[in-house]
């Protein structure tokens, strides 16, 4: 596709649910990215991939939020047992190589856990 | 600790006028500065960026100025037009003392209204 697409855009989950938020990023780009934004904030890094290789997830907030990329194009990002912390849109983005580059973003994921 | 600051959530500009948007940063490790631009139900967009080893970069009616000694950029837009009514974010990445040269840092956002 022409730029980076996510899904669902919107979700609502009930405390303790797991979910399961998809990223196609732009084709050939090498990185992928996961931002969370909070209402009125600006989105924080969650994790970052190059190709199929999570080379920083150190902005994921606990051992709740696990990110995958297996074959270096789609990405998913997880979140077990949902809590109403976790509601915010999270961000994906992608850029052709790595480092002190512009990144696309999509749209974002809407989460809201009740 | 916000590492990246914009201090004005709001601001309203005259269609036609300059549009003035302001970014401080604390952090001596970054040395490359984006500018994105977002609007509603929408995700950011890149609009422009800078390095450190340079002090301005134009694009179009787009120009960021960066102040090293004072740790500060600002883009400013002329002339606005009301289609450039969304929110502005300022981010910044860095290499410098170890870095990391991909992870964006972003300030909250400034709002920006062009009125007709």
């Known amino acids: 596709g022409a730029g980076v697409s996510q899904s669902p855009r919107y979700k609502v989950a009930k405390r303790g649910q797991d979910v399961a938020l998809r990223c196609d990023p732009i084709?050939?780009?090498?990185?992928l990215f996961w931002y969370q934004q909070a209402l009125g904030q600006g989105p924080e890094f969650l994790t970052y991939f190059q190709n199929e290789a999570q080379l920083d997830k150190s902005g994921l907030p606990s051992d709740r939020f696990f990110a995958e990329r297996p074959e270096g194009s789609v990405s998913t990002l997880k979140i077990q047992r949902t809590q109403q912390e976790d509601s915010a849109v999270y961000l994906c983005?992608?850029?052709?190589?790595?480092?002190?580059?512009?990144?696309?973003f999509g749209q974002g994921t809407r989460l809201t856990v009740v | 600790d916000q590492q990246v600051k914009q201090n004005s959530p709001s601001l309203s500009v005259q269609e036609g006028r300059i549009s003035i948007l302001n970014c401080d940063y604390t952090?001596?490790?970054?040395?490359?500065f984006l500018w994105y631009k977002k609007y509603p139900a929408e995700g950011p967009t890149f609009l422009i960026s800078?390095?450190?080893?340079?002090d301005k970069n134009e694009d179009g009616r787009f120009t960021v100025f960066l102040n090293k000694s004072a740790k500060h950029l600002s883009l400013h837009i002329v002339p606005s037009q009301p289609g450039d009514s969304a929110v502005y974010f300022c981010a910044a990445s860095g290499t410098r003392s170890g870095g990391s040269n991909y992870k964006l840092t972003f300030g909250k956002g400034t709002l920006l209204t062009v009125n007709p």
């Open positions: 952090n001596s490790m970054f040395d490359y």
């Open positions: 983005a992608s850029s052709f190589s790595s480092g002190n580059t512009e990144a696309f």
């Open positions: 800078i390095s450190s080893i340079k």
């Open positions: 084709s050939g780009h090498v990185s």
